[in-house]
């Protein structure tokens, strides 16, 4: 199964560094029998577009999280996108989370398809998005048209033998 792990830069050269994703379980997003259900008219391409995306949002509230521990986290949202067994991912049934699913394992290196990182333009947009996301959550219009606005951006396709180019 094809699933799209939210990430960071820091944990992406903790990737690199260790060969595997982790400690388990991970949550990450995939096209789960909900989602589908959910986007009755929709492709299996979009519906992983729709995966991606949910990976994204959860990247830029890991941002948010590092932000906060003091770490100097840039701001790119990062997915990983990575084929794991289906015995590996347990699927839930929550239908606020259609796509939501847990990995039970780490996620080796080997495993990882592709990287989905934020272009350096976008920068701007999901620094102030992780300003206001406190607001957004509140229900503030205004901050949830600039979260809006980095979700605007298109996450960058990196094969993983580009991994240490992003990193540099």
């Known amino acids: 199964m094809r699933v799209y792990l939210p990430c960071t830069l820091s944990a992406l050269a903790e990737l690199a560094a260790a060969g595997e ?10 096209v789960t029998p909900a989602l589908v259900e959910w986007y009755v008219s929709g492709d299996t391409e979009e519906l992983e577009y729709v995966a991606l995306t949910e990976a994204a949002r ?3 509230r890991m941002l948010a999280a590092e932000r906060a521990e003091g770490i100097k986290a840039v701001g790119r949202r990062v997915v990983i996108a990575a084929e794991m067994p289906d015995d590996l991912v347990k699927v839930g049934t929550d239908l606020e989370d259609r796509g939501r699913v847990r990995l039970l ?3 080796p290196l ?3 398809a592709a990287v989905h990182v934020d272009d350096i333009d976008a ?4 620094e102030a998005a992780m300003a206001v996301l406190p607001a957004a959550d509140t229900g503030d219009d205004d901050a949830r048209f600039v979260v809006d606005g980095a979700e605007d951006h298109e ?3 990196y094969a993983t033998q580009e991994i240490p180019y992003l990193l540099n």
């Open 21 to 30: 994703l982790g400690p388990a379980p991970l949550t990450g997003y995939a």
């Open 58 to 60: 959860a990247s830029l």
């Open 105 to 107: 394992d780490p996620v």
């Open 110 to 112: 080997a495993k990882v």
């Open 123 to 126: 920068v701007p947009d999901v």
């Open 155 to 157: 996450l960058m396709w």
